[in-house]
């Protein structure tokens, strides 16, 4: 079975700088896609950023990029000029591409804050 | 995006009573739905995936008989708590998957047993 393994229970950064969220996943299959989920307070989940195995470049969303290592199985977050709406928690979470499954595995979630 | 909603939004119950959350693809027809349960500041547990016109598939550990699973159509599916007990009280979240793959999740609702 897969599993997601976020190390950074909390993290903080001053508004405007840049911090990075850990996430290590364990799996046997070659092709899947991972993914960064933000949770703010009102506890809608938001998509943040997507990232295809097979993809060897690193996603980036304005702000959000991604650090891609397949072979140590590590998707990292950066988020850049971090704003104050950025404080949430933050799930990554891991996907199988093929068969039937699109079932989500998800981390434990780190929670961000983000200070003025 | 794609909108998903879930009514209600909040809910206070009775011990022993039902109660019945909605999960609707607003634009979207969607092949699968997802239901997860979430505990104060921990992560979403997947508790089945229901598609349409078929019976859901429960996560082991998952009660069925506790948390009934209807997939009626391609832009609904309801999730049943049968005779709620306080240890069910949680905020629980469902999630739609379009043609495209792409999940898209519902605002949630939390649930209160008294």
């Known amino acids: 079975a897969q599993t997601v393994t976020q190390s950074q229970p909390e993290m903080s950064v001053q508004e405007a700088e840049t911090v990075t969220l850990s996430c290590t996943y364990d799996?046997?299959?070659?092709?899947?896609?991972l993914f960064w989920y933000k949770q703010p307070p009102s506890r809608q989940m938001i998509l943040v950023i997507r990232?295809?195995?097979?993809?060897?470049q690193n996603a980036t969303e304005n702000r959000f990029s991604v650090n891609f290592q397949k072979a140590a199985k590590s998707f990292s977050l950066k988020i850049s000029d971090s704003q104050l709406g950025d404080a949430a928690m933050y799930f990554c979470a891991y996907r199988n591409s093929g068969g039937s499954n699109y079932k989500l595995t998800f981390g434990k979630g780190t929670l961000l804050t983000v200070n003025p | 995006g794609a909108v998903v909603s879930q009514h209600p939004s909040r809910v206070i119950c009775k011990s022993g009573t039902s109660v019945k959350i909605e999960c609707r693809s607003l634009d979207f027809q969607a092949t699968t739905m997802f239901w997860y349960r979430q505990f104060p500041k921990q992560s979403l547990m997947l508790m089945a995936t229901?598609?349409?016109?078929?019976?859901?598939?429960?996560e082991q550990g998952v009660e069925k008989d506790k948390f009934l699973i209807n997939h009626a159509s391609l832009t609904l599916s309801t999730l049943t708590v049968t005779s709620a007990h306080p240890e069910d009280s949680s905020f629980y979240i469902c999630?739609?998957?379009?043609?495209?793959?792409?999940?898209?999740f519902g605002p949630g609702t939390r649930l209160t047993v008294l």
């Open positions: 999630s739609a998957r379009r043609r495209s793959n792409e999940q898209f």
């Open positions: 799996t046997s299959e070659s092709d899947y896609y």
């Open positions: 229901s598609n349409e016109g078929s019976k859901a598939t429960y």
């Open positions: 990232q295809e195995a097979y993809k060897q």
